[in-house]
């Protein structure tokens, strides 16, 4: 089978990423901390699984060197991984929490008879959750298959170029499921692609079902049969005035194991605490507001009379409680992502604050600041 092309897989990313993120939304798996990806191509709905686990780590899987190679780049020490490996001769150390294998079972020959494995490996409260294309009596395919049977090409494409292994029935993968003691959910959904540009579909299959099929031709065979290939796939899926339109099957499979669940985890920051002296609320707005660019948050009517107050943005939020012994914090300090390192930096300086630049984290960027207290605040440049 002729190498992954990573670039013309992506070529319909948004098309072919839709049914991960429908798929990702049936699972419900709250504190996950192991997630794995079989089959993961090349590594960015991986990373979506990371983001939507902060707090697991989150691994890979994928036997294609092309595709690890674009992966790999996306790796976050300690969170996010990627291994070369078949997906077949997978097992992990420990069981996961999560196993999601999109777009890959169809390859693999026999691959029902693997779910039990897999489900073998979710841990109690977890889950697996797969799907499949289930287009394969679609046109697109049938188009394929007759050309390859056809006298030109028979004699050099034999029966084992057809593309992967094909899929079973939805119904197939539920009692499978079932049989490996797990709580299933099955369903399909036919999806309305609507692609742009010229030979659409055939850019398309190029990227999936024709790599087993130009495998077997040197580079003059292939343009010829895709030639061929084109003005038939035109004929089946004409285009039309908005794109081309392609009616997409994929059959989708979640399985939950019962138990108890990873018992909860932190997944976030929800605020940081810095304490201020009495009266200090209108310097601390002049510095965290005007200066920063934080908006005040209002605090609830039995904390707002203590005194003090909250400032939040893109996500951060920090809150300012008096201390009648105050003492600035130097080393406990808040440190803020900062999109425009250098202006902010200016800013500070022009307004009289102090701006101590740090290189101990380099190559990222960063420098520190005093607020009107003597409060130690850290400011970075976002993670590169």
Same mark, same amino acid.
């Given at each position: 089978?002729?190498?992954?092309?990573?670039?013309?897989?992506?070529?319909?990313?948004?098309? !072919?990423?839709?049914?991960?993120?429908?798929?990702? %939304?049936?699972?419900?798996?709250?504190?996950?901390?192991?997630?794995?990806?079989?089959? /993961?191509?090349?590594?960015?709905?991986?990373?979506?699984?990371?983001?939507?686990?902060?707090?697991? =780590?989150?691994? #890979?899987?994928?036997?294609?060197?092309?595709?690890?190679? $674009?992966?790999? +780049?996306?790796?976050?020490?300690?969170?996010?991984?990627?291994?070369?490996?078949?997906? =077949?001769?997978?097992?992990?150390?420990?069981?996961?929490?999560?196993?999601?294998?999109?777009?890959?079972?169809?390859?693999?020959?026999?691959?029902?008879?693997?779910?039990?494995?897999?489900?073998?490996?979710?841990?109690?409260? *977890? @889950?697996?959750?797969?799907? +499949?294309?289930?287009?394969?009596? %679609?046109?697109?395919?049938?188009?394929?298959?007759? &050309? !390859?049977?056809?006298?030109?090409?028979?004699?050099?494409? #034999?029966?084992?170029?057809?593309?992967?292994?094909?899929? /079973?029935?939805?119904?197939?993968?539920?009692?499978?499921?079932?049989?490996? *003691?797990?709580?299933?959910?099955?369903?399909?959904? @036919?999806?309305?692609?609507?692609?742009?540009?010229?030979?659409?579909?055939?850019?398309?299959?190029? #990227? @999936?079902?024709?790599?087993? +099929?130009?495998? =077997?031709?040197?580079?003059?065979?292939?343009?010829?049969?895709?030639?061929?290939?084109?003005?038939?796939?035109?004929?089946?899926?004409?285009?039309?005035?908005?794109?081309?339109?392609?009616?997409?099957?994929?059959?989708?499979?979640?399985?939950?194991?019962?138990?108890?669940?990873?018992?909860?985890?932190?997944?976030?920051?929800?605020?940081?605490?810095?304490?201020?002296?009495?009266?200090? $609320?209108?310097?601390?707005?002049?510095?965290?507001?005007?200066?920063?660019?934080?908006?005040?948050?209002?605090?609830?009517?039995? &904390?707002?009379?203590?005194? #003090? /107050?909250?400032?939040?943005?893109?996500?951060?939020?920090?809150?300012? *409680?008096?201390?009648?012994?105050?003492?600035?914090? !130097?080393?406990?300090?808040?440190?803020?992502?900062?999109?425009?390192?250098?202006?902010?930096?200016?800013?500070?300086?022009? %307004?009289? !604050?102090?701006?101590?630049?740090?290189?101990?984290?380099?190559?990222?960027?960063?420098?520190?600041?005093?607020?009107?207290?003597?409060?130690?605040?850290?400011?970075?440049?976002?993670? %590169?």
């Amino acid at each position: 089978m002729t190498g992954w092309d990573p670039q013309q897989y992506q070529r319909f990313g948004d098309e !072919r990423a839709r049914p991960f993120f429908d798929l990702l %939304a049936r699972v419900d798996v709250p504190a996950a901390r192991r997630v794995v990806d079989l089959g /993961c191509g090349p590594g960015q709905l991986t990373a979506a699984l990371s983001r939507r686990w902060p707090a697991a =780590r989150v691994v #890979g899987i994928d036997s294609s060197p092309e595709m690890l190679a $674009e992966a790999k +780049v996306l790796e976050l020490p300690g969170r996010l991984e990627f291994r070369q490996q078949d997906l =077949r001769e997978w097992r992990p150390d420990e069981p996961v929490d999560v196993l999601v294998t999109n777009a890959a079972l169809q390859w693999v020959p026999g691959h029902i008879d693997l779910l039990g494995v897999l489900a073998g490996h979710v841990a109690p409260g *977890g @889950t697996l959750a797969f799907q +499949v294309p289930g287009n394969f009596e %679609a046109p697109s395919h049938r188009a394929i298959l007759d &050309l !390859r049977r056809s006298p030109r090409w028979r004699d050099l494409l #034999g029966a084992d170029a057809d593309r992967g292994a094909g899929v /079973c029935q939805p119904g197939d993968y539920l009692a499978a499921l079932a049989a490996a *003691g797990l709580h299933a959910d099955v369903w399909e959904t @036919t999806y309305q692609h609507l692609l742009p540009g010229d030979d659409a579909v055939l850019e398309w299959v190029k #990227g @999936t079902a024709l790599r087993p +099929v130009l495998a =077997r031709l040197d580079g003059a065979e292939q343009a010829e049969f895709l030639a061929e290939l084109a003005a038939r796939l035109r004929a089946a899926y004409p285009k039309g005035e908005h794109g081309t339109l392609l009616p997409f099957r994929r059959i989708f499979a979640v399985g939950r194991r019962g138990g108890a669940a990873q018992p909860a985890s932190v997944t976030g920051l929800d605020h940081v605490q810095v304490a201020i002296p009495t009266g200090g $609320e209108d310097a601390a707005r002049g510095y965290y507001a005007d200066l920063l660019g934080l908006v005040e948050a209002p605090k609830p009517p039995v &904390l707002a009379a203590r005194g #003090g /107050c909250w400032f939040r943005g893109h996500g951060t939020e920090v809150h300012l *409680g008096v201390e009648t012994e105050f003492r600035p914090a !130097r080393k406990a300090h808040v440190a803020f992502v900062v999109h425009d390192l250098d202006g902010l930096a200016d800013r500070l300086a022009a %307004a009289g !604050r102090s701006v101590t630049w740090d290189d101990e984290l380099a190559p990222r960027r960063r420098f520190y600041s005093d607020d009107p207290f003597g409060n130690r605040v850290e400011l970075l440049a976002p993670q %590169a």
